[in-house]
């Protein structure tokens, strides 16, 4: 069963994107396996304090992709293939590199200056890093 207990809900996302997005961060990182039962929607909305039919958005969103395999009176399970895996990898890739780029652009960032602060904390790994 897929657990949510690392999930944490921020301000400014709607909820049904959060969940599909932990989904698909869990599935790139080898944390939500092909096979892996999710909560049921009751389940999951009473865990998260939030209306079944977030869930149900998010869930519908997840088979939209063929993420998940739903049936009626059954558990919804993973639906992964190393393909699905690595295309999942670029899009979320693709849409946090566009997103940090957008951002040093509205601050004024060269693209020269970014590579810098990138290749940072790319060599410093997971430190904390300050920038000078």
């Known amino acids: 069963m897929i657990s949510f207990d690392t999930f944490r809900s921020s301000d400014g996302t709607p909820i049904y994107l959060q969940i599909l997005l932990y ?22 909305s009473a865990l998260l304090g ?9 869930f519908r969103l997840l088979e ?8 009626t009176g059954a558990k919804s399970v993973m639906k992964l293939s190393e393909d699905k895996i690595a295309k999942l990898r670029e899009d979320l890739l693709r849409e946090d590199i566009r997103s940090i780029t957008g951002s040093l652009r509205q601050m004024g960032i060269s693209r020269d200056e970014a590579i810098r602060l990138i290749s940072q904390f790319w060599d410093d790994g997971n430190e904390r890093n300050d920038i000078d």
């Not at 599935?27 to 999951?44: F, H, N």
């Not at 939209?64 to 049936?71: F, H, K, P, T």
């Open 23 to 44: 989904i698909k961060r869990g599935a790139v990182a080898g944390t939500i396996l092909d096979g892996d039962e999710l909560p049921s929607r009751r389940v999951l």
């Open 50 to 58: 939030i209306n079944p039919n977030t869930v149900q958005k998010a």
């Open 64 to 71: 939209d992709e063929d993420l998940i395999e739903s049936q």
